[in-house]
Nanobody, 126 residues
Framework: QVQLVESGGGLAQAGDGDSLRLSCAAS????????MGWFRKAPGKEREFVAA????????YYSDSVKGRFTISRDNAKNTVYLQMNSLKPEDTAVYYC?????????????????WGQGTQVTVSS
């Protein structure tokens, strides 16, 4: 079992000025290789893939909607994954979830992730 706890959400203004950094702390059986991902769910929309990073930290993946603005990273020594969000847009407003999949590969579908955090709200005003 892996427990995930997100933090760092909040309110930001759209544009290049404001940025937010989300953190996801993992605990439990973290010795196995896990793919770590971020998903988000906006009101009235389905949960969507945002970014993922492989265990070896050599591969990162982003949705087209955040590519070039968001950066995912991880610190395996601290069992923590981060999502740096720059150039925020109102359409980034959502609850952001951290997720883990017990694989050394890549997964884009939320159903392929076994563990989830409780989510953290990100609100971007125009």
């Amino acid at each position: 079992q892996v427990q995930l706890v997100e933090s760092g959400g909040g309110l930001a203004q759209a544009g290049d000025g404001d940025s937010l950094r989300l953190s996801c702390a993992a605990s439990g059986r973290t010795s196995s290789p896990y793919l770590m991902g971020w998903f988000r769910k906006a009101p009235g929309k389905e949960r969507e893939f945002v970014a993922a990073i492989t265990w070896s930290v050599d591969r990162t993946y982003y949705s087209d909607s955040v590519k070039g603005r968001f950066t995912i990273s991880r610190d395996n020594a601290k069992n923590t994954v981060y999502l740096q969000m720059n150039s925020l847009k109102p359409e980034d407003t959502a609850v952001y979830y951290c997720a883990a999949a017990p694989t050394s590969g890549i997964r884009f579908n939320s159903t392929q992730y076994d563990y989830w955090g409780q989510g953290t709200q990100v609100t971007v005003s125009s």
